[in-house]
């Protein structure tokens, strides 16, 4: 029997589906994150905002439903994808309504409003306030507006396919976030060259991230095979001159094999956030499990020196570590067995600083229980800085590419610094504190094994520490119960 593998800490639904998250809003010290749910089953569909806060960024509690389709009208099929701004001290929310016409999806876009702490919306009764795609835009691929002020007033951006089958960028403006005009494309697909790694017949999931002098785009790309399958994540570095969006390069942001729709908020303390989907397939049929997806843990978005985008864990994170274990440093080599450690749990955290030395390559793998077959395979090659990150065995993700690989920035170090956190099916991997990666993994419920090895050289383990994860509460109980007597005992 295999263990359902719900994650404890990262967000997930109370039950049925999760994907996207729609609008991320802090307010009273508090990060409320909304989210698309169907609450009628484990799979894709009817969906809704699910609604979660958070004080801490890691232990969640679960709010009613936000917003719902009405049984008719512009959001009858569902309220997907949007975001969620202050106008004037009221909450605004902006999502894409979806109406059926015959078997085509129409998409529009509508607005509601809270007067009650994000508790309760109510939908604005001159919905849509965007009807429909312009000229060129396909009806079915017009989605998740992106809203934001600036110097001219306020702006959204519209994820969108053209009915020439590329991914774009549409740009409204308004003054009063009632009546929108259309400006035009802030980026088409046709501007950048096809090995960017920007090619997709539809553009999902815009955010832009501002860095002072330099903007960052960000774009989830559909992927063209049939079946309509979420691809992978670019983050497009440039700047937003005037109506239009110049790119100077492009970068894959946040290696899979599986992240998603991410969404960007910025702090109150300065931080840039960013929470990401971790998709995961229905449940069979068979199967006890009665939740599917989850979000990634919250990550601090940055530029570095040389102008690409960072990704880390925010240190929000640290506060889950308990019981914590230490290493003694380790040679890694062809002719010695790998280090291990096979008693970690299904939720854990293994931070590791190892000396690459000579060796090809550098091996980390994540085993369960008895399999010798790893799950998660993670493989480090000095001489380019290639990283690669792939699932292997049960997975619940099907369709979906098993692996991810990358080439690494540069560092003052040839050291590689890895943190990996795994919480029951999600595993969370950061490189170098700029690079990360997420993985869904199947679980059969029992003690996992991380083993770390060298490949045609010799490399070092210099330190390495582990840590369960967990609340102070749980340590606390753990405790109180180690000081009661069990029942029978003298």
């Known amino acids: 029997m295999h263990h359902d593998g719900r994650p404890r800490f990262h967000l997930t639904p109370p039950a049925n589906w999760m994907n996207d998250p729609n609008g991320l809003f802090f307010t009273e010290g508090q990060l409320h994150v909304f989210y698309q749910h169907n609450p009628e089953a484990p799979h894709w569909g009817h969906t809704h905002w699910g609604h979660a806060v958070s004080a801490d960024l890691v232990t969640w509690q679960h709010l009613p439903l936000a917003i719902s389709p009405d049984a008719v009208g512009p959001d009858s099929f569902g309220c997907w994808s949007g975001c969620i701004v202050d106008d004037g001290g009221i909450p605004t929310a902006f999502y894409t309504g979806v109406e059926l016409d015959s078997a085509l999806r129409r998409a529009s876009v509508c607005r509601a409003t809270s007067v009650d702490g994000l508790v309760t919306w109510v939908k604005d009764p001159a919905n849509p306030c965007i009807v429909g795609s312009p000229d060129g ?189 230490r290493a003694r440093p380790y040679l890694l080599a062809g002719n010695r067995p790998p280090w291990r450690e096979g008693s970690l749990g299904q939720r854990f955290e293994v931070q590791a600083l190892i000396e690459v030395g000579d060796a090809f390559e550098v091996v980390v793998d994540l085993l369960d229980g008895d399999d010798e077959d790893p799950q998660l395979h993670i493989g480090f090659r000095p001489c380019d800085r290639r990283l690669s990150v792939a699932r292997r065995g049960i997975v619940t993700v099907a369709g979906r590419s098993a692996q991810s690989a990358a080439i690494l920035p540069p560092t003052s170090s040839r050291d590689l610094r890895l943190r990996i956190l795994v919480d029951g099916s999600v595993a969370e991997l950061e490189v170098d504190g700029q690079t990360m990666a997420t993985a869904r993994l199947g679980t059969r419920g029992g003690q996992r094994t991380i083993a770390v090895s060298a490949v045609g050289g010799r490399a070092r383990i210099r330190r390495l520490r582990t840590w ?16 009661t007597p069990s029942v029978g005992s003298p």
Request: glycine fraction near 10%; proline fraction near 7%; charge should be negative.
């Open 468 to 483: 369960t994860l967990g609340f102070a509460a749980d340590e606390l109980s753990a405790a109180s119960d180690r000081a």
């Open 137 to 325: 835009i396909a009806p079915d691929a017009f989605r998740d507006p992106f809203v934001w002020r600036d110097e001219a007033g306020w702006a959204m951006l519209l994820g969108a396919g053209t009915t020439s089958g590329l991914g774009a960028v549409l740009l409204y403006r308004s003054m009063d976030l009632r009546r929108w005009e259309y400006v035009g494309p802030f980026l088409r697909g046709d501007e950048l060259p096809r090995a960017a790694g920007t090619d997709a017949s539809c553009w999902e999931c815009p955010q832009l991230v501002r860095f002072g002098g330099r903007d960052v785009l960000i774009i989830s790309l559909v992927d063209r095979t049939p079946g309509v399958r979420p691809s992978h994540v670019m983050a497009l570095i440039g700047r937003a001159t005037g109506d239009r969006f110049v790119v100077d390069h492009a970068q894959q942001l946040g290696m899979g094999p599986d992240f998603y729709a991410p969404a960007t908020i910025l702090a109150p303390d300065g931080r840039q956030l960013l929470l990401g989907w971790v998709p995961e397939d229905p449940p069979h049929s068979s199967s006890r499990r009665d939740w599917a997806g989850s979000m990634t843990f919250p990550r601090v978005v940055s530029i570095t020196e040389g102008g690409d985008v960072a990704l880390a864990l925010a240190h929000e994170v640290t506060g889950l570590r308990q019981k914590e274990a």
